[in-house]
């Protein structure tokens, strides 16, 4: 069944929007408030924090229950914001550039405007990917690579509202999974309708066996990092995009698309970049991905991060991906460190989930896509904005 479940197999609490929980059923609660006060006399909160982080984890690795407490602000989410290329009138020629694109690397590829399909029929939380679509990079990298702030989790109403785009926004894209509800390190696939109150998100982990496992997952949150389209859901026009046979190395299909449509860019001399979020499935072939496992005990690097990670190899048909991607930072100096491109993905039917990297059989790979062009790209919370004396390079 593509179309989501609303069990709620992960978690005693339950939800109600945007983040009211109730704590029936939850023996970990309970204990929390004994736990704040021997943290306090020992020593205040830095203590008590490290203790209900320990506790949880001890709870969460006995019965994978959730532990009970909402993720403190001590101020609004900071924001950044840019325009990004998007011209109605321009979608025939966004079509051309992306066909172009995609044949510097496919043998068979096609591109055009159409109405967008019923995309709950691909697991989709909403109909549409438009309507007043904008792309919204949250976190980074640092979140996870410094110990210290892995316990980064953010709301989406906070994350909608701080964006101007409410409490009744649509969200898809990639993220990392917040740990403190899943229990353990995971990949985010979200997919969640604030308005409608429907949620398709899900969760890729490594279970116990070292096997990847695949989770509904109910709750409006992710942690340390996302890249999400924010729209209104609807079914607007959008691009639909296929390309089958991959005929060079080094790239994926993402990549593809990105690269070229940065090169036409340049060559069409606009003063703005692109900004592009949506779904792609892969029919055929098999891709390579990774999750994440559980935190390391120290920071991880560039170098190390690739030892740490696990990594499989799953395939289609019913392979489907949530994918945002930036053609370039439009910023002169690069400050607002975008991660160009983030794809997640789930299968429904297999029970498989994961990152995103790149086909691994390349002459049988087969993809379909609809995106939308974005006009405006918002940083959310940087997490660089905070490294004073950190080389940044290295992270």
């Not at 405007?113 to 549409?128: E, F, K, M, Y």
């Not at 389209?229 to 190395?249: I, P, Q, Y």
């Not at 790239?251 to 990105?258: C, G």
């Not at 086909?359 to 997490?383: G, H, I, M, N, Q």
Request: aromatic share 8%; hydrophobic share 35%.
């Amino acid at each position: 069944n593509l179309l989501c479940s609303h069990t709620h197999s992960d978690c005693d609490s339950v939800t109600l929007r945007p983040a009211l929980m109730s704590t029936k059923g939850n023996k970990a609660a309970s204990k929390w408030p004994a736990v704040a006060l021997g943290c306090a006399v020992a020593g205040g909160a830095l203590l008590y924090y490290a203790a209900r982080r320990k506790a949880a984890r001890e709870v969460n690795e006995e019965k994978r229950e959730c532990p009970n407490w909402p993720p403190k602000r001590a101020k609004e989410l900071r924001v950044k914001a840019v325009a990004m290329r998007r011209d109605d009138d321009e979608f025939g020629q966004y079509a051309k550039m992306c066909a172009a694109a995609l044949e510097e690397d496919f043998a068979h590829v096609s591109a055009e405007v159409v109405d967008c399909p019923d995309l709950t029929q691909w697991g989709l939380a909403a109909a549409g990917l438009d309507g007043d679509a904008v792309i919204v990079e949250v976190g980074g990298v640092p979140n996870l690579f410094e110990p210290h702030l892995r316990d980064s989790t953010f709301l989406l109403p906070e994350v909608t509202k701080a964006v101007g785009a409410g409490d009744n926004a649509y969200v898809v894209g990639p993220g990392g999974g917040a740990a403190r509800r899943v229990g353990v390190n995971s990949e985010w696939v979200g997919s969640d309708h604030l308005g409608t109150g429907v949620c398709c998100s899900k969760v890729a982990l490594v279970g116990k066996d070292g096997r990847g496992e695949l989770r509904d997952f109910e709750h409006s949150e992710f942690g340390l990092m996302g890249n999400l389209l924010v729209s209104k859901g609807e079914r607007g026009r959008v691009l639909h995009v296929k390309a089958k046979c991959r005929t060079t190395d080094g790239t994926n299909f993402i990549s593809s698309l990105r690269q070229g449509l940065a090169k036409a860019i340049r060559e069409r001399r606009w003063d703005q970049e692109m900004a592009f979020g949506g779904v792609f499935r892969v029919h055929r072939g098999k891709v390579k991905t990774h999750i994440m496992p559980e935190f390391p005990d120290g920071a991880l690097t560039d170098e190390s991060v690739g030892e740490w990670l696990n990594w499989f190899e799953y395939g289609g048909p019913d392979l489907t991906c949530v994918t945002v991607f930036v053609t370039d930072d439009p910023t002169d100096d690069d400050s607002l460190h975008i991660r160009k491109e983030h794809t997640h993905f789930f299968n429904a039917r297999t029970g498989e989930g994961g990152h995103y990297h790149f086909s691994t059989t390349p002459e049988d790979v087969e993809y379909e896509a609809y995106l939308v062009p974005c006009s405006k790209f918002y940083r959310v919370e940087d997490p660089y904005d905070d490294l004073d004396g950190v080389d940044v390079a290295k992270l």
